[in-house]
């Protein structure tokens, strides 16, 4: 009778366990986690991250690229300062205060990161090769932006989301994991079998490369010949073969104007996401003006380095004035000199 018993109630437990079971699994699929990943198209997230070069401007992510950050640490270099006269930055100043100066960071990590993850493992899924190229071509972009604006920042562990503090890794390592995953962009942007299509990768792309796969090759060799003449004042540039890799990758990069590689705005309206952050629409750089150093270093009229030699390109970066002489501001005196 007493085996009768447990026979009975190890029955109904194992009843009672596949019941569950079944339930939970009828429950998980009538009520998808929202914070769980779902594979989605790799041609939806792709707009974003070309979005992420320039200036995001999403709910949850805006303002975050070079531009903003531009705005900020030209005036560190001169290449443009305020009319004001004492200005924060124009005189080398930093915050504590604010996410300023930190918008590289978080398209790196943040505005890039998962997305650029994403995009690799599931067009490895769908064998979109183009796409993973791609994706791999912008992360190395930003491994080389990244350090050279930071120096020490989280490599190794990057995108660990189990951690809440991370290890910083040295400039020479992101140097080589930048050349690294140049390397291996290249032979996804080189290959055409799979769901390699030009023109699909084109409709996410609209913005950038416009789908061109040549010119994608030319961005990542363009990222290898900066990421070597960077190192331009280091006592081993040559000795080490770093000013040839400059010059082999540079020739392979871009050549003539159509090899240019820009990124555009639709302009579709009067939105900041439709508009470049420098654009007259945005107004967000109403008080900045181009250096005095720069337009005296371009246009010969500078008291050490090339004097009385002219830089060519002064003509299309730099604003003349009516009588075609180049002045600028000095960055921590304004308009005040």
Not at 168 to 174: K, L, R
Request: glycine letters at 10%; one cysteine or more; aromatic letters at 14%.
């Amino acid at each position: 009778m007493q085996n009768k018993f447990l026979n009975s109630l190890v029955f109904l437990g194992i009843l009672c366990l596949f019941s569950m079971i079944s339930c939970s699994k009828k429950i998980d699929e009538a009520y998808l986690n929202p914070n769980a990943p779902v594979v989605v198209d790799v041609e939806t997230i792709l707009p974003g991250v070309i979005g992420g070069f320039t200036a995001f401007n999403a709910a949850a992510g805006s303002n975050y690229g070079v531009q903003p950050d531009d705005v900020l640490l030209g005036r560190y270099i001169q290449y443009w300062g305020s009319t004001t006269n004492g200005e924060n930055y124009g005189t080398m100043g930093g915050t504590i205060g604010s996410d300023n100066t930190g918008a590289i960071w978080a398209a790196a990590y943040y505005g890039h990161g998962q997305n650029v993850n994403r995009i690799i493992e599931w067009g490895i899924q769908q064998q979109k090769w183009d796409f993973v190229g791609v994706a791999y071509a912008v992360r190395a972009w930003d491994w080389l932006e990244l350090t050279n604006q930071y120096g020490d920042a989280i490599l190794k562990e990057a995108f660990n989301t189990s951690l809440s503090q991370f290890h910083y890794d040295t400039q020479p390592e992101f140097y080589d994991s930048c050349r690294v995953i140049c390397f291996r962009a290249l032979s996804y942007l080189n290959r055409t079998d799979g769901n390699v299509s030009p023109t699909n990768l084109a409709k996410s792309d609209e913005y950038f490369n416009k789908g061109d796969l040549d010119k994608w090759r030319k961005f990542v060799y363009g990222i290898l010949a900066r990421s070597y003449i960077d190192l331009s004042n280091k006592t081993n540039f040559i000795s080490s073969g770093f000013a040839d890799s400059a010059i082999k990758y540079a020739n392979l990069s871009c050549k003539t104007n159509s090899d240019n590689i820009i990124a555009t705005f639709s302009g579709a309206n009067s939105s900041n996401g439709f508009n470049s952050y420098f654009g007259p629409t945005r107004s967000n750089i109403g008080t900045i003006r181009q250096g005095g150093y720069i337009a005296n270093l371009m246009s010969g009229a500078n008291d050490t380095a090339f004097k009385g030699v002219s830089d060519p390109r002064v003509w299309y970066m730099l604003s003349e004035n009516a009588n075609g002489t180049f002045k600028g501001v000095t960055p921590w005196l304004g308009v005040t000199e």
